[in-house]
């Protein structure tokens, strides 16, 4: 049975080290927009520092992260936010929304052009977390926030 599983160590040890920075804790305080934004293009994603916030995006909708309880630039908590301003939304689909799904939670502003409606997620950096928990959270959004767009007409099916 050893002979099993020192190849499986020495396999797992391999790809652990071949993706250091994934593996990494985030920094003590939580990291700063500009870390953030180099993240997010070791993920293949644009990234744009404006004010407070990263901006960036993946498949279709355009997103941005906003950090929170922030002391010296490093950041304790980070939201995902997407919002749409959406001429004619259908009635009650942010309502629907909030009732049928988890994770992203949404409101909506109306407006003299329309309704924005705005769906929102919060990591909360915790001691000893690491990239690789960061990019599951943004995979979760990254893939849900599409099918929010959709739910509130901001994008239509083909």
């Known amino acids: 049975m050893s002979r099993i599983v020192l190849p499986v160590v020495v396999a797992m040890a391999a790809v652990l080290a071949a993706s250091p920075g994934l593996t990494q804790p985030l920094p003590a305080g939580g990291p700063t927009a500009q870390e953030i934004a180099g993240w997010l293009r070791q993920q293949g994603l644009d990234a744009v520092i404006e004010s407070d916030q990263v901006r960036s995006g993946a ?49 909506e502003i109306e407006r003299a052009d329309g309704t924005a409606a705005v769906a929102q997620y919060d990591v909360l950096v915790t001691p000893g977390m690491t990239w690789e928990a960061m990019t599951e959270h943004m995979r979760l959004f990254a893939s849900v926030a599409p099918l929010f767009a959709l739910e509130v007409g901001a994008i239509v099916e083909e």
């Open 59 to 107: 498949n279709g909708v355009a997103w941005d992260l906003t950090g929170f309880d922030c002391t010296a630039g490093r950041c304790q908590s980070w939201q995902f936010s997407a919002g749409f301003l959406i001429p004619d939304m259908p009635v009650g689909a942010v309502d629907r929304w909030n009732q049928q799904r988890r994770y992203l939670k949404a409101f």
